[in-house]
């Protein structure tokens, strides 16, 4: 059954998303994040990228997962990745000092409502829009080029089972999370579930992209690779960013608003 739901806030916008959801937002910019002070390696993850949004390129840039990984240090971390964390530290520190005078939105400060409307305008809408592109698209590349680098039917099936996780995952939240979350009084034990459900296709979806970024050699083209190769590994980059920056949203703001994070839902 579908569901209508519309919040009134001070001098809101309407947007309306699939499954009849309506969302009212304020026409006021989000907060900007002002304390750009410097942080020491013993700071969460999922911490710096809250704090400065723009370091979330830098640890993709060095396959570090800011998103199901993000409750470790930059200094545990490096230590698993066998990274020198001065170096990471020397990148996070550029990354912010780039970004200063800019705006830096900090997601904390938005009602739920609009985080919600965030979530889905921006990152449910590229995937319904990006997943059916990619999968045709996976297989015509490894049906032409499969010959020559057998990697490339394993990432086919990676881009298939990304498919059939992330399309039912996006209905599943904006038809059963996302009005939950947006009720006045959510049942506790119903919200526990619901994101239980959630950690664990998210858990799921990181070990698919760390598959997907093995198997196409951190995205490495041969110097022969047709437009349509090149298309698939740009785009394929495009999405790891996008789901990365899609999870650490739902896991490190969304979700520690109604469930305590001191004890995992999942593991």
């Given at each position: 059954m579908e569901q209508s739901i519309e919040m009134v806030l001070p001098n809101p916008r309407v947007v309306s998303f699939q499954h009849g959801i309506q969302i009212a937002l304020p026409l006021e910019n989000p907060g900007e994040i002002k304390d750009m002070s410097m942080i020491s390696t013993?700071?969460?993850?999922?911490?710096?990228?809250?704090?400065?949004s723009e370091c979330a390129s830098v640890f993709q840039r060095h396959h570090i997962d800011f998103c199901c990984r993000g409750h470790l240090t930059v200094d545990?971390?490096?230590d698993q990745?066998?990274?020198n964390p001065k170096t990471i530290l020397e990148d996070l520190n550029r990354a912010i000092a780039e970004r200063q005078g800019g705006p830096s939105v900090d997601y904390r400060t938005l009602s739920t409502v609009a985080l919600i409307a965030h979530i889905i305008q921006t990152h449910h809408e590229y995937l319904r829009k990006t997943l059916p592109f990619l999968r045709?698209?996976?297989?015509?590349?490894?049906?032409?080029?499969?010959?020559?680098?057998?990697?490339?039917?394993?990432?086919?099936?990676?881009?298939?089972?990304l498919v059939e996780t992330l399309l039912p995952h996006l209905d599943a939240e904006e038809q059963e999370l996302f009005p939950l979350l947006m009720t006045k009084n959510p049942d506790k034990s119903l919200v526990d579930s619901?994101?239980?459900?959630?950690?664990?296709?998210?858990?799921?979806?990181?070990e698919l992209l760390a598959r997907m970024?093995?198997?196409?050699?951190?995205?490495?083209?041969?110097?022969a690779a047709c437009n349509s190769y090149?298309?698939?590994f740009s785009e394929l980059e495009q999405l790891e960013g996008d789901i990365l920056r899609h999870v650490h949203l739902e896991n490190h703001v969304l979700m520690p608003r109604f469930v305590s994070t001191s004890t995992p839902l999942s593991h």
């Open positions: 013993q700071k969460t993850i999922a911490e710096w990228v809250l704090d400065h545990e971390a490096c990745k066998g990274l045709p698209l996976a297989s015509k590349v490894a049906r032409v080029h499969g010959d020559t680098n057998a990697n490339l039917h394993e990432l086919e099936l990676i881009v298939f089972e619901q994101f239980t459900l959630m950690a664990e296709d998210h858990l799921l979806v990181g970024r093995k198997t196409t050699n951190q995205f490495r083209l041969p110097q090149r298309t698939l």
